[in-house]
């Protein structure tokens, strides 16, 4: 069974602050992603990874950062963190061979930001 | 521009009959396409697949449909039970490796499944 971790499933952070959320997954998937969920919105991608150090901008970066140091570990980083980045943040994992395309979930992680 | 579409943000069913949710899309090159399911504060879980080569892909109570000229997709549940209540994602996906790995997801459609 494919595993995907993050840190937290609840944050609540200020205005300005520095946020990190962790992904970690089991599968040794050379592809990672972080979302973001809004009612109303779907699943929106921020950032992918599809190599360890590679990433790529997905379709809202702004405000939003990314780290893949080692193949296992994916961060989105939230340099200050703002009021219209409270919402639900979703990691996922998975393989490039054809065929084996499907995103595998993490649980999510709720953030607030007053 | 949103390139896969789910107009009905819900979708009301009785227990037992059939579920079924529709997914648009705009792009020619998407040649691979899959369902989620998500319940309230959880990820979303994986369904059903289908190539573009496939115009029907059945797995127990689900079945997806894929008309390619009509670029339309649709997501059959039956019969639909009370737990399929959550909401439904289509994503679909062109090319293989690199940065052609990313998914597009639609809007997602809330089932409701009364008893």
């Known amino acids: 069974d494919v595993k995907v971790t993050q840190s937290s499933r609840y944050l609540v952070k200020r205005t300005g602050e520095k946020v990190f959320l962790e992904c970690v997954q089991d599968?040794?998937?050379?592809?990672m992603f972080w979302y973001r969920q809004d009612p109303g919105l779907g699943l929106r991608l921020i950032y992918f990874?599809?190599?360890?150090?590679?990433?790529e901008k997905g379709d809202i970066p702004e405000g939003y950062s990314v780290s893949r140091e080692k193949k296992e570990r994916f961060s989105l980083i939230l340099e200050s963190a703002s009021t219209n980045q409270t919402s639900m943040y979703l990691c996922?994992?998975?393989?490039?061979?054809?065929?084996?395309?499907?995103?595998?979930f993490g649980p999510g992680t709720r953030l607030l930001v007053l | 521009d949103q390139q896969v579409k789910q107009n009905s943000p819900s979708l009301s069913v009785q227990e037992g009959r059939i579920s079924i949710l529709n997914c648009d899309y705009t792009n020619s090159m998407f040649d691979y396409f899959l369902w989620y399911k998500k319940y309230p504060a959880e990820g979303p879980t994986f369904l059903i697949s289908?190539?573009?080569?496939?115009d029907k892909n059945e797995d127990g109570r689900f079945t997806v449909f894929l008309n390619k000229s009509a670029k339309h997709l649709s997501l059959h549940i039956v019969p639909s039970q009370p737990g399929d209540s959550a909401v439904y994602f289509c994503?679909?996906?062109?090319?293989?490796?690199?940065?052609?790995?990313?998914?597009?997801f639609g809007t997602g459609t809330l089932l409701a499944v009364q008893p």
């Open positions: 289908i190539s573009s080569i496939k």
């Open positions: 990874s599809y190599d360890v150090k590679m990433k």
């Open positions: 994503a679909a996906k062109s090319g293989y490796g690199g940065a052609t790995n990313k998914l597009i």
């Open positions: 996922a994992s998975s393989l490039t061979q054809p065929g084996q395309e499907t995103q595998y």
């Open positions: 599968m040794d998937h050379e592809n």
